[in-house]
T-cell receptor, first 114, second 114 residues
Framework: QQQVKQSPQSLIVQKGGISIINCAYE??????FPWYQQFPGKGPALLIA?????SEKKEGRFTISFNKSAKQFSLHIMDSQPGDSATYFC?????????????FGGGTRVLVKP | NAGVMQNPRHLVRRRGQEARLRCSPM?????VYWYRQLPEEGLKFMVY????????ESGMPKERFSAEFPKEGPSILRIQQVVRGDSAAYFC????????????FGPGTRLTVL
């Protein structure tokens, strides 16, 4: 019940295209859904996050769509750039539970071709 | 304001030796989380600590692993009698308080067990 499933495992997109990454969860107690970006040899960096009381959140070229009834959420990267090439992780947590430990998806390696 | 600091960045140990990983949280942060990332996998929660207290260690292996966050000094993740399967990247994250959303990750310590 604690799992977060992420797809696809890898993604190749042309510069200017849209990258779409999907995640699904089981535990309805999750109430915080962040996305992290990780470059090789670096730690994950928070990209954007959403709470279940909204269905969409946009920050620049990055948009999270959230479907509470389907227990799914997705990341859309608009106008993808070569600098977006990285591994993206979705995650989920229960903020009100002790400690807000993050449960991560398996990651999606995105390659943006120039 | 310096970010989360981890050292060493790379650590090589032979089987049976001890590994000590250090994490200094961001200034003003009193909550520390440790995660482990196996090659080609997502991050897995290990332990959540506040100053001088272990709050949640549900992700820690039962044997050989321990963690502390003393009143003064960095948080330490200790792995005794390392085995090859311990080879991974270990990430520390910090937050200013427990019941909040954003966790800030350090650059990680990459442990290689020969």
């Amino acid at each position: 019940q604690q799992q977060v499933k992420q797809s696809p495992q890898s993604l190749i997109v042309q510069k200017g295209g849209i990258s779409i990454i999907n995640c699904a969860y089981e535990n309805t107690a999750f109430d915080y859904f962040p996305w992290y970006q990780q470059f090789p040899g670096k730690g994950p960096a928070l990209l954007i996050a959403i709470r279940p009381d909204v269905s969409e959140k946009k920050e620049g070229r990055f948009t999270i769509s959230f479907n509470k009834s389907a227990k799914q959420f997705s990341l859309h990267i608009m106008d993808s750039q070569p600098g977006d090439s990285a591994t993206y992780f979705c995650a989920a947590s229960m903020i009100k539970a002790a400690g807000n430990k993050l449960t991560f998806g398996g990651g999606t390696r995105v390659l943006v071709k120039p | 304001n310096a970010g989360v600091m981890q050292n060493p960045r790379h650590l090589v140990r032979r089987r049976g030796q001890e590994a000590r990983l250090r994490c200094s949280p961001m200034k003003g942060h009193s909550h520390v989380y440790w995660y482990r990332q196996l090659p080609e996998e997502g991050l897995k929660f290990m332990v959540y600590l506040q100053k001088e207290n272990i709050i949640d260690e549900s992700g820690m292996p039962k044997e050989r692993f321990s963690a502390e966050f003393p009143k003064e000094g960095p948080s330490i993740l200790r792995i005794q009698q390392v085995v090859r399967g311990d080879s991974a990247a270990y990430f520390c994250a910090s937050s200013p308080q427990g019941f909040t959303d954003t966790q800030y990750f350090g650059p990680g310590t990459r442990l290689t067990v020969l």
